[in-house]
């Protein structure tokens, strides 16, 4: 296992499962399917160039509630366990993650959902643990009223502590299945979980064993104090939104600093913003191919998508082009910490209306250029060591994606920078993350080494 | 449409996916990876010689509560969802039915991962509505006691509705996607359903389109008073446990009688009961085939697996070998009408707790002999018109599916009675059954043409 330890440490790539991709307007774009949020073979096509670019894995982001005002993608776009599953069963070695929402489901289910998702991959799952944000959401599931953020995050910590006890229902090697002596288990192996907490009690096992990585691997995506605080004490990795140094450096260090806190090392625990890279032959190119993807978007879609992150709040009302008014925290019961992001940007830049929306609709950011400029810029802010790797976010499919395989991964891959095939068939070893030792293994371990040595 | 009114009405085919297959110890058997029930592989190649067989689905039992008690394939298997998505990416037109229990999940999800399926799949998804028999099942959901079986099955007509509603929440041509205008979506046909019944207040819209066969199929499974009514007001398919005439012709009659005074017509609903056919080229090859499969067997485990039934009924305080008792209503909250058929068989014919178990374990049944004879049985209780059609519960997978599509297939299809080619990619297709029209699109049509008429 010391092999790894010299080892200078490589970026890590992903790129978001979102149809059409990231620009509103991309299922209008002449390469798309018009179709694509909900065309299998063109997740597939995705799913086989990221794997073709050996990306670490495909990141499914998730919600449950449209209204008339939601953008295209969202409403009709496949459910994570089933599009990933269908994904895994096409592919060898890409990381399937999907978004499962800790509110208003049931921890066994998403336990077993994922499980079964990683036993069937051969160790390819994770979980992207999210609240809820969207107010609506809790009127699709028997409730008049989105819970508080605060109890969003207090319901969603026990329910990650469940899962990950029913993971661990059964220890590695509990099934024998000797033909010859008849022995198909260890029950010994067998662990109920016998839960009883604030919100949740139960009891376990889990019908289905653990996956030749342990367990799926866990992110979280919540940027506020108490996202930030679960995903230190909880995930394998967090989304970022920070793709500038200094906030990213300190995004990177509070993270770090609160995994410490929690009795974590700093390693144990991984950063991905997004980014959305457009290559061309020259810069003038890139931009042009922008400014291409953006001609489609439509000003009042923008703002519908726009006003998403704020629980549907009417923006309608401001004119168009005067600097928008303050706003007060009319995010504060969403998606918080990038409804703060933005109103942030707005302040201090006195964007009006319209240009706010673009920014959203549209970031242009640092990764719009040749593949040598593009390639510079993921490089650079990687060898601070302030992020971990990013996650892409195409402005359109699958042509953004298959111009970064093509044109900027063997440049990561030359420099060394990006590796040129996988190390590993599970996710957790391609993401160079420990193995998770099951709990009653480690009991069993320990008790046995102090028995040892009080003999 | 109508071309298929003259056709002679086709026996319809349907596997049961389950690992290793129905023999408790088939894990065991030398053809068979012991650890099918988790073998991706194993459930392709299961899958991929029910297609080449042109069979009409595969069908997917589930449950969520294991013991120590539970037999080989209950303690470790896949989730219905992910491994039906799995098998969607590799299959073109075999229908993929899946169990969900509508006791302790939220019908947004289910209505969602079943829509999800049936689009991926472009059209092969079916549900088998399930309300959970195993009293501890309760436990892995923060409940301490199951609810009792007929509020269950309130609680399942509720869900089943709202599913259905949710299903309805777009019309067909709802999404436009003209790339040249512009307009994605007509927004006019998204409805919310709005909800609020006894047990569940679901807003909607769901949040995906239609699939081609309109809404996934629904089965039921429950062969209890009220699991009959449920499956003749709600379902397109019921599982049966008749094989032989008379109980089958009772079953039907019942079942048609019960469809026909909700308003269905009695073609509505397709009978579907279990076999476990075993091939040989002679009548005793396939008698030892039979020993084979259950020389397996430990009869301790035998017992274990009847108990299951009986929530957890402990048998093994009787005799092995003295007739049973006389054991009341043992099973009477949990697989209620499976339990009773046993019951009832074991007083009829005086049974022993080892013959019992045996009968359960390894049913022999009068499909096992020669392609022929076994083609024969399946074809004349077929042409009584008392069955649609067979669901196998091979002894041993990939073996007895195999032997079964090589052989018996060949001779169904030869005499007319089985396809000889899928007569669509959809499952409602193959199945002859209707195309389920929009609830809005039904409403507009009728509103429109009594506009019509009174003008």
Redesign the interface.
């Known amino acids: 296992m010391g092999n790894g330890i010299n080892k200078k440490k490589q970026l890590k790539l992903a790129t978001f499962l979102s149809g059409f991709g990231s620009n509103i ?1 991309g ?2 774009h ?1 390469g798309t399917p ?2 694509a949020a ?1 065309n ?1 073979d063109l997740y ?1 096509e995705v799913a086989k160039i990221a794997e073709a670019g050996k990306f670490d894995f495909l990141f499914n982001a998730d ?4 209204t ?1 005002d ?1 953008t ?1 993608y ?6 994570p ?10 592919t060898k070695n890409l990381g399937l993650v999907g978004t499962f929402s800790t509110s ?3 921890p ?2 998403t336990a ?2 994922l ?3 990683d ?3 051969g160790g390819r799952a994770g979980w992207n643990a999210v609240t809820s944000a969207l107010e ?1 959401v809790a ?4 409730h008049d009223t989105l819970m508080e953020h605060g109890l969003r995050y207090r319901v969603a910590s026990e329910y990650i502590e469940i899962v990950k006890g029913l993971w661990d229902s ?1 220890e590695d090697d509990a ?1 024998v ?3 010859e002596s ?1 022995q ?2 260890d ?1 010994d192996k ?1 662990h109920t979980l016998d839960h009883k907490g604030e ?7 889990l ?3 653990r996956s030749p990585q342990g367990r799926p691997i866990v992110f979280q995506a919540g940027g506020s104090e108490e996202g930030r605080d679960l995903a230190a004490r909880e995930a394998d990795g967090i989304y970022s939104r920070y793709t500038d140094y200094e906030p990213a450096r300190a995004f990177s260090e509070d993270i770090k600093r609160r995994a410490v806190a929690y009795g974590r090392s700093p390693g144990d625990i991984l950063i991905f913003p997004a980014i959305t890279p457009i290559v061309g032959e020259t810069k003038e190119e890139a931009d042009y191919k922008y400014e291409q993807t953006s001609k ?1 978007v ?1 000003i009042d879609l923008a703002i519908q998508y726009m006003s998403r992150f704020f629980s549907f709040f009417n923006f309608k009302q401001f004119p168009l082009d005067e600097p928008l008014p303050e706003l007060g925290d009319i995010g504060k019961n969403s998606f918080k910490s990038t409804a703060e992001l933005y109103l942030k940007m707005a302040k201090d830049e006195n964007l009006t209306l319209r240009q706010l929306a673009l920014r959203v609709i549209s970031p242009k950011g640092n990764y719009i250029g040749t593949p040598v400029q593009v390639a510079d810029n993921i490089q650079s802010l990687f060898e601070t060591g302030v992020v971990d790797g990013f996650v892409l976010s195409p402005h359109v499919n699958p042509e953004g994606l298959r111009d970064f395989v093509e044109q900027v991964v063997p440049i990561l891959q030359d420099r060394g920078v990006f590796r040129a095939d996988y190390e590993s068939s599970t996710l957790r070893g391609n993401l160079g993350l420990t193995y998770p030792e099951n709990r009653y293994t480690k009991a069993r371990r320990e008790q046995s080494a102090s028995a040892t040595l009080q003999a």
């Open positions: 307007a299922w209008r002449p018009s179709d909900v299998l597939i919600s449950a509630y449209i008339k939601s295209p969202f409403l009709s776009r496949f459910e366990a089933t599009v990933l599953s269908a994904i895994a069963a096409v208003y489901s049931e066994f289910t077993r959902q499980a079964s998702l036993k069937l991959s609506g009127r699709n599931f028997s059964w099934f299945r000797d033909k008849g198909y288990v029950l067998m919100f949740f009690s139960v009891q376990g096992p019908n289905i064993e489609y439509d």
